[in-house]
């Protein structure tokens, strides 16, 4: 995509022509402003954090408004500086958050129990029964498991409940009044039936004989209503608009796009919604999405299947833990230099680091490092605990160390990868994003020798994706406007990517020896791990 000139940027803030995507990820809540093809004007963002309060991963809702605030706040600084104005309208606006977890609601809109996010893996009782009764997978993190799981234990709150949705669906409904999801969100909530890209019919109906009465009302009643990537998903409210910029500079009346989960948002940040197309998406959680073109022979424990925001099926593997761990060694690196006089901003720690890590051995010389930092379903873990093992015999070098660190954020995903293979999917373009990508050429090679296969990154890969959901938003006002009848995939080629430019590595085979032989060890020792998550 060409750049803007400073002038047609103004132009299209001060006609109300942008559109805002905001996404709430695991540390850092980000806004993206974006012209009509998807551009780039201004971003803004806000870390935050997770909090482990009585065994639950969770956010307080206090949190989230205070984050998105600040997000937008720091939005508008930046328009403020870059072009002299102020955001006053939008052509439209588009929530993005972290897929699945817990937010039930009693009918005055009050939240029952604090939410409960995707890392929590405390419903194994229920996402098995669910699968068994199914007959398809039913991961720990998704919302009928949570809800499910609390009426197995027999939870006070669960008699109480109206509805339940997302944190992105709770922010949409906060700031339009609209209680809907995209199907790509929906689709962590509940099975979704691809020919009819709503609840599979039958399968709420074997819920609903299973919940009995200990369910407070049907579960149709309790969900929300299901949108594909393009419907009309509200407006922004007068009290929305109040509640996104308490400055009261943002007028009311943009149109809403529905609201999403961050992997589908990363599906439209990689153009990797069409079948046969694959993105990795890397952050606090990894996973990877591959656009099915059949349905699979069987339903598989490693595997979610989800769909992209146009609703078309997708084979999801998802690990809880992804780049934290290696966020924190990071950080003690970024201290060392702070003691030695030599103080240096994170990028340039990682950026340093990740370089040396290229002149390692393929295998990471014989070190491994596991980054638990909670449960991971695929590994069998209950619980977390990160560590690094090697033998006597390992060659530790900082080299080694950093490139087993990198290898270890892709070893969980691996082993799910390796279920498509073995299913036979094939997969012609692999493209990747998220912050640990920023560091030209490393976190990817070590991907693409990870996966035995190329892996592209684009030049938005570090805005991922705010800027996937901002693009989404932009894709409905161009159908409410009538400019466009594109499907998703289509618009995304002709317009959001219609000059786009992608880096590209090929696996060096020295390489993919290396990390194949790095995860038979890594397979291996998951034992320690199990043995650590029991010990300590």
Not at 124 to 149: C, D, K, M, T
Not at 455 to 479: C, F, P
Request: hydrophobic content about 45%.
């Amino acid at each position: 995509m060409s750049a803007l000139s400073t002038d047609v940027a103004r132009e299209a803030i001060v006609r109300g022509r942008a559109s805002l995507g905001i996404e709430l990820g695991s540390t850092r809540i980000k806004a993206c402003l974006v012209d009509e093809s998807g551009r780039v004007l201004a971003v803004g963002s806000h870390e935050w954090e997770n909090s482990y309060v009585d065994r639950v991963w969770t956010y307080s809702l206090d949190e989230v408004w205070a984050g998105i605030q600040a997000a937008y706040a720091a939005l508008g600084i930046r328009v403020k500086h870059a072009y002299g104005i102020a955001i006053e309208s939008l052509a439209s606006i588009g929530i993005s958050a972290m897929m699945h977890g817990y937010l039930a609601f009693d009918a005055q809109d009050q939240v029952l129990v604090p939410f409960r996010t995707w890392r929590n893996t405390s419903t194994g009782a229920a996402a098995a029964e669910l699968s068994a009764l199914f007959g398809v997978n039913i991961p720990l993190r998704w919302s009928i498991a949570h809800y499910r799981q609390a009426m197995l234990d027999a939870e006070p709150h669960v008699g109480a409940i109206d509805h339940l949705t997302t944190l992105a669906g709770y922010v949409h409904t906060a700031l339009t009044g609209r209680r809907v999801l995209g199907v790509g969100d929906a689709s962590g909530m509940f099975p979704i039936d691809p020919a009819t890209g709503s609840y599979d019919a039958d399968l709420v109906s074997c819920f609903d004989a299973l919940a009995g009465d200990a369910a407070p009302r049907r579960l149709l009643e309790v969900l929300p209503t299901v949108l594909p990537a393009g419907a009309e998903a509200g407006e922004l409210t007068a009290e929305g608009a109040a509640l996104l910029d308490p400055t009261g500079a943002l007028r009311p009346g943009a149109v809403f796009c529905p609201p999403e989960g961050d992997a589908g948002t990363g599906m439209v940040a990689t153009n990797a919604v069409a079948p046969r197309t694959g993105n990795v998406s890397a952050g606090t959680s990894i996973f990877a999405m591959i656009v099915l073109e059949r349905p699979l022979s069987a339903a598989h424990d490693e595997l979610d299947i989800v769909t992209t925001p146009a609703g078309d099926p997708v084979a999801m593997v998802h690990c809880n833990n992804g780049a934290s761990e290696l966020a924190a060694w990071v950080g003690v690196f970024q201290r060392f230099a702070d003691l030695i006089g030599s103080p240096l901003p994170p990028d340039s720690v990682y950026e340093a680091l990740f370089t040396e890590a290229l002149t390692a051995a393929p295998d990471a010389g014989g070190i491994l490092s596991y980054n638990h930092l909670s449960g991971e379903p695929i590994a069998g873990l209950d619980e977390g605990r990160p560590l690094v093992i090697r033998t006597p015999d390992s060659q530790l070098t900082l080299a080694n160390f950093l490139r087993s660190q990198l290898a270890g954020v892709f070893a969980t995903l691996s082993l799910g990868m390796q279920v498509l293979d073995d299913e036979g999917v094939e997969v012609d373009r692999m493209l990747a994003h998220g912050g640990i990508f920023r560091t030209a050429g490393v976190a990817q090679r070590v991907l693409a020798a990870a996966l035995d296969t190329a892996v592209s990154v684009e030049r938005h890969a570090s805005e991922g994706g705010a800027w996937g959901i901002a693009v989404l938003a932009a894709y409905t006002a161009a159908r409410h406007a009538g400019a466009t009848d594109a499907s998703l995939a289509a618009y995304l080629d002709a317009v959001a990517f219609a000059d786009a430019e992608f880096a590209t590595v090929v696996p060096d085979p020295a390489e993919v020896v290396g990390y194949t032989s790095y995860l038979d060890r890594y397979r291996a020792g998951l034992a320690a791990e199990r043995a650590a998550v029991t010990a300590l």
